[in-house]
């Protein structure tokens, strides 16, 4: 083997261990992002616990996380009133964003600071 082809195969070894870790390093950031995204839905459903109202987290696909607030039925028609209640309790602007494909209404809770994507609120009736 002379110093040529040598030199080549190190070449294209070193640039396929650069790509490897160059895609790594981007699967992990999305990881984290992800991550960072469930702890904030998290400690958004506590917060809204923490106010009595029945809220968890769930995740759609992708583990986009999303939280959940379970109202009894009879209290629908103050559904207003309780996402604003909610709102307020997160410090956030709650947005109406339709309805998901179980009916449910959703509503878009806004980014702010630091922080990069919105959430989303589900209310479900119980």
């Given at each position: 083997m002379n110093a040529t082809t040598t030199h080549e195969q190190t070449s294209l070894y070193t640039q396929l261990l650069l790509d490897a870790q160059s895609e790594f390093r981007a699967t992990v950031d999305r990881i984290n992002s992800q991550m960072r995204n469930i702890n904030r839905a998290?400690?958004?459903?506590?917060?809204?616990?923490?106010?009595?109202l029945d809220a968890s987290t769930q995740a759609g696909a992708g583990f986009v996380p999303y939280l959940v607030l379970r109202l009894p039925i009879d209290l629908l028609p103050l559904q207003r009133y309780v996402v604003t209640l909610a709102g307020n309790g997160l410090e956030r602007r709650l947005v109406a964003n339709g309805r998901d494909s179980q009916g449910r209404d959703r509503f878009q809770i806004l980014a702010t600071g630091e922080e990069r994507t919105?959430?989303?609120l589900v209310v479900e009736g119980i």
């Open positions: 998290e400690r958004m459903a506590r917060r809204l616990r923490d106010i009595e919105s959430l989303e």
